[in-house]
Each structure stands twice: as C-alpha cells, then as structure tokens.
C-alpha cells in the first residue's frame, strides 16, 4: 500500500472521503515527516497543532457529511503569507517574533476549504533570490543530490525553495508559492514539482508581505497538475481589500481538465534559444515539442522580440517598488528596532534597517532608491515601464496567433549552494525564462519533464492568456501524462 | 551612469540604512555592475510608447464611504517594539 506521505491532494481527500484513513492519520503522518526532516531546513516553524485541528475539524464534518473541498489535506504555507497567532518573518530578522493579528486572504480561504496547515516555509529574505541562500533562517536544501556520488547540497531554487524542497521529499502534499519573476516556476524545475503563477490579480495579494506590487502573485505548488489545479482553485477568487484583486469567477480548473490539444496552437519563441543552453534543456524542449504535437496540438514558430530586455527591466521595476514597499519597516509599529545609545528618530530608523535587512535586501532597496531618485526617475523607471508595456505587447501579439507558449522553465538544473551567490547578477540570470510572463501578468506553470544526466530534474514551462489558466493546465497535463516523471530524490534526510 | 562612494553614501541615506566605509566599498561596484547591465535598455526604441500602469486591464473600484474597520487598537499595537499608554513610542523628535 502507498505510504501515506506519498499521497498528493486528489488523493488524499479523495482516500479520506472513502474512508481508507482519518484525517487525524494524514495530520499524525505528515506531522512525523516534518519533524524527522529538519535536515532539509524547510521550515522556518512548524504548526503541527493546526494541522491537527483542521484535522479533527474534518473527522467531524466527515461524520456529519459537510465536506469542504480540501477536508482533510494538510498544506505547507511559505512565510510570507500572514497567518494570524503564528510568527510570520518574510525569512528576515526583520520580522523575527512578528505575530500577525490577522490573516492573509489566500491562507483565510484555504482554511475555510478545510485545509491544515504543517508549518512556515522557509524563503529566500523578502522573496528576493533564487537559491533560497538570502535567508535569515538558513538556507533550505534540495532533497535532491546529482548522481556523481558526490553529496554537494543542491539550491531548492528561489524564492518558493521551502516549498519545492518540502514537495519534493513528501513532506508536505502541496504548498503555497509566491512568484513575483519565477518564484513559484524555478523552484518547481528545480525540484521535480509542478508550479503555477496565475493571472496577475487571480489570488488576493492582502495580508502577504509586499515585494513588488504590480507582480506579485501567489499560486499553488504540488506533485503534478491535478493537484496545482486544485489548490489554485482554492485560493484564487475576487478580494475587495486587494486594489488590483480581479472581480472575476474562478473556473472549475480541476474538473476541466483535458489533456486533448486538438484544434489549440502551441507557440515557440524562437527568442528563448539562448546562448549557452545546455543540450539537455534544448533537447528537452523538442521533446516537449513533440508530445505536444502528440497530444493533437499544432506547433507554430513566435517570436517575442523584446525578450532580452525582460530581465533588466525586471531589475528596474522590481526594487524600485521593493524600496518603496519596504519604507514600511521603520522599527516603529512592528518588527525589529534597533536603538543605539543616545540615538534620535533618524538614526533609529537608519540602524533598525542596516539591522533587520539581508545583504540582497539592502542591494535592491538602494538600486530602486537610486532608479526612483530625482534626475534618474525618467531614465530607468519610466523607461522601464515603457519596455514592459513592449514586453506586454509582444505576449498580446503572439497570443493572437497561438494559445500557449512552450519554454524551458530555467536555463539550467539545480546548482550547488554557494555556486552562484558570489555575483548578483549570475544569480539573477537564472531567471531569464520567467521574468516575461511576470512583466506581463499571465498565467505560467512549470511541469517536471525529465532529468539531465547527473539525475537532476528539469521543467518545461507554459505560458498562457490572461485568464485562461485552463489552457496552461491542459498543456501541463499533456506534457505529464507524456512525460511520465517518477523519478524521487533518495531519502538521506529522515531521521 | 555610474555611483561613486559619495552617490552610494546619498542613497543609502535617502533609504534610511545606515552603511560602514567597509559596505560602500563593497556596494559601488556591485551597483555600477547591475546599474551598467540595466542600461542595455537604452538600445530599446520606446518612442511614442506608454509606460505600462496595469498589466491586466482593471478598473478602479469605488465602495461606499463608510466605517468597516477600527476598534482594535491592542491588535494594530500587539507588534509594537515599542507602546506606551495606548500609542507607538518613539525617541523624542523635538527638543
């Protein structure tokens, strides 16, 4: 019989309603892998109290015939969302001891939707990283090792990289993600998951620790495609306390499901062929091609002409909203406060900060300081944001001709801790393939689609219409059910 | 364009982060290097071109001009590194 554990959504509300196991069982099993994996560092705290809570709470509404949709199932929530009564640090000592008196809106539907929750993932330091390494808390590890007998400890990808690791190693069912330039979509190539950031305005941004605004986005983590559906379901929906919350109905995404393309045209941006693609990955992305066309779509040839500049606006737009997002952390209404003798207002604040901000943090805060100043606004702010619109329009183009597009997820597997972070700008490379759907808010998910040869995963990605997260699914799905990805990480870590 | 210590200095005051000799040193290349490879943007033709405000079309929601929240002071304070007889405490700012 199948472990626990090794149960997704479906299938673990689908087995708890049949009555194979209690939900108390889910909650005592998946309790007993988080605390035997502290090796993994995903976790920032764990919750196993409410994770038995909801459980009992779904004993009960089982006994009494009141399903709700996710009864039973227990999540991993990344620590940037607010939870009210339990620590939320955004992965910055910043925060340290930051009790939320209330809740975010995502988490609020979730556990409206019966869900539990395991614990706090761990991040990268305000979101702002793609390897995990920026923070506070230590950075997680990948379950997953390369096959040269070595045991280098391998980055879980960025931000999202408690979630994508806990996923991985069947710790956590599923998890939520944030992505804000590929967040949720790396960390799942990297780790062999599936991940998908919705249209920007899908799920409420209230009560999650700001980055930057005009993309931020949460979105569902989890073992394949049916499960991503699922959890996104839950926790998209209109929010009148999000300024930018779309007033829209949420698609039955999981009962849609299709994997028959016929009479849908996938896309292939010839701009994403980049200089120093490994093999591997360009050899993936015909495969890909290939059980696309499979699955009765037609492939068509697209270009996106102003890919190339996608990631320095990103670096641009990003920090700009990031220094101003984070003037909030003043060490006056909560978080850190660092107050040297004798100090007056100023000071507090210009200590509190060099205090309770990461290296990164700091970096970004003062390139978007510098980018927002007067006499430089025009050059790089409002420059930037007339390439996005560029960027914008060629994803409006292309979607005229076709109704997905199919990349790599990342231009490389997993790399070593400590690989990249000597030089900024190598790591912000790592995310030349997500950045564009973020730029233009549409909907993007990363599907496992093989491994390289040193038995590391590798993600293809999907990007579709604003709105039509459906189609993004379906493609996904066809490329699971041609893939047929089962490889696993080998348990080192459990105690 | 380029930041020398001096620059680097001004932002991080403008940014309230208080910075050593040792973090400027360190910063102004890391910045020139990101500020020199942004700058690429400047090839790109954006004549006539908006600055995107909204990556989705939305409109501007209105509601009704009434109270839906207050009432919880304990809770806005709760996190407070600081709070005295109901209020934010702060160093003194007049003298």
Known sequence: ?495 | MSVDAATVRKIASLARIAVTDGDVEAMVPELNNILGWIEQLGEVDTDGVAPLAAVIPNHQRLREDVVTDGNIRDKVLANAPQAEHGFFAVPKVIE
């Open chain 1, 1 to 495: 019989m199948t472990a626990i554990t090794d149960l997704g959504i479906a299938g673990l509300r689908d087995g708890f309603r049949a009555g194979d196991f209690s939900a108390r069982e889910i909650a005592d099993a998946f309790n007993g892998a988080v605390a035997g994996a502290k090796a993994l560092n995903a976790f920032i705290i764990e919750t196993p109290d409410h994770a038995i809570a909801a459980a009992e709470a779904a004993d009960r509404a089982r006994a009494a015939g009141e399903l709700l949709p996710l009864s039973g199932v227990p999540l991993g929530i990344k620590d940037l969302f607010c939870t009210a009564g339990y620590q939320t640090t955004a992965a910055s000592r910043m925060l340290g001891g930051f009790t939320p008196t209330y809740e975010s809106t995502v988490t609020a539907k979730l556990f409206a939707a019966g869900a539990g929750m395991l614990g706090k993932l761990n991040l990268d330091q305000f979101a702002m990283g793609s390897s995990n390494e920026t923070s506070a808390f230590g950075n997680v590890v990948s379950p997953w090792r390369r096959n040269d007998g070595g045991n280098a400890a391998l980055a879980p990808g960025g931000s999202s990289g408690g979630s994508s690791s806990a996923i991985a190693a069947r710790i956590v069912p599923a998890a939520t993600g944030t992505d804000t330039g590929g967040s949720i979509r790396q960390p799942a190539a990297f780790t062999g998951i599936a991940g998908i950031k919705p249209t920007y305005g899908r799920c409420s941004r209230f009560g999650i620790v700001a980055f930057a605004s005009s993309l931020d986005q949460a979105g569902a983590m989890a073992q394949d495609v049916r499960d991503s559906a699922i959890l996104l379901e839950a926790m998209s929906g209109f929010d009148p306390k999000d300024s930018t919350s779309l007033d829209v109905a949420v698609p039955q995404w999981e009962a849609n499901l299709s994997s028959d393309l016929k009479g849908k045209k996938v896309g292939i941006p010839k701009e994403y062929r980049v200089d120093n693609m490994p093999p591997e990955i360009d050899a993936l992305w015909k495969q890909g091609i290939e059980w696309l066309r499979d699955a009765g779509a037609e492939i068509v040839d697209v270009s996106l002409p102003h890919t190339r500049y996608a990631l320095p606006t990103y670096y641009i737009i990003a920090p700009a909203e990031a220094s101003s997002n984070l003037a909030r952390y003043d060490g006056v209404r909560y978080g850190l406060r660092d107050l040297p003798e004798g100090a007056n207002l100023q000071e507090m604040y210009a200590a509190t900060r060099a205090a309770g901000f990461g290296p990164e943090v700091k970096r970004r805060i003062l390139i978007g300081t510098y980018v927002l100043s007067a006499g430089f606004y025009d050059a790089y702010y409002t420059k930037a944001q007339k390439v996005r619109a560029l960027i914008a329009r060629d994803f409006e183009e292309a979607f005229r001709q076709v109704d997905v597009l199919l990349t790599p997820t990342a231009p490389s597997a997993a790399f070593a801790l400590g690989e990249k972070s000597a030089d900024p700008l190598e790591m912000y490379l790592n995310d030349v393939f997500t950045v564009p759907a973020s730029l233009a808010g549409v909907p993007a998910m990363s599907v496992p689609a093989g491994l390289d040869g040193q038995g590391l995963p590798l993600g293809l990605q999907i990007i579709g219409r604003p709105l039509d997260e459906q189609g993004v699914l379906n493609a996904g799905l066809a490329i699971e059910q041609r893939a047929g990805f089962t490889a696993k990480p080998q348990n080192w870590w459990a105690k």
